[in-house]
């Protein structure tokens, strides 16, 4: 399989370098960090890949909660994409629908949290950050760095994520 390189794309500030991620914290509207058309990018792959294999679920970690505004983000479009799948498939015409299932979509980065540490996920082999380092150390100051932060926080869990120094 080819890469997929989305910065072919560019459009982000998380695909073209010359834009600048941003370090002081989320404002209203859709930040430059929002890819374009990344979900649906993704989604598409996988939907491919689970009608070769005879799944019937596709598992998303979008969240609507405490996130940055993402469009594709929001119950509203995974329906749509979870429709389309039923539309444009061989296998839903044949009468194996596909579900696409967001389990986290609802939830707050609390809950995020908390599940993972009940489901006996470490979060600090998790990376969020916009723009880690090159060992994997989180950046600390990019939006997703402060929504994850506050997360742990609002969950009244130690922070165990990797930050650079």
């Not at 600048?20 to 890949?49: C, E, F, K, M």
């Not at 061989?90 to 707050?108: H, T």
């Not at 996920?121 to 994997?136: E, F, L, R």
């Amino acid at each position: 399989m080819q890469k997929l390189d989305l910065a072919q794309i560019g459009g982000s500030a998380l695909t073209d370098r010359n834009i600048a991620v941003p370090t002081g914290g989320v404002q209203p509207g859709i930040p430059v960090t929002y890819v374009p058309a990344r979900n649906t990018i993704l989604l598409s792959l996988a939907l491919g890949w689970a009608e070769v294999l005879g799944a019937q679920h596709i598992f998303v970690g979008a969240n609507a909660v405490d996130y940055s505004g993402y469009p594709d983000c929001r119950p509203e479009f995974l329906a749509a994409f979870q429709a389309l799948a039923n539309l444009a498939t061989k296998a839903a015409v044949e009468g194996r629908r596909i579900e696409v299932r967001a389990p986290l979509v609802d939830l707050s980065k609390a809950a995020i949290v908390k599940l993972a540490l009940e489901l006996g996920v470490d979060p600090a082999m998790t990376v969020s950050c916009y723009q880690p380092d090159a060992a994997g150390r989180a950046c600390g100051a990019c939006d997703a760095c402060h929504i994850r932060k506050a997360g742990f926080a609002a969950a009244g869990v130690s922070d165990s994520t990797r930050y650079g120094g």
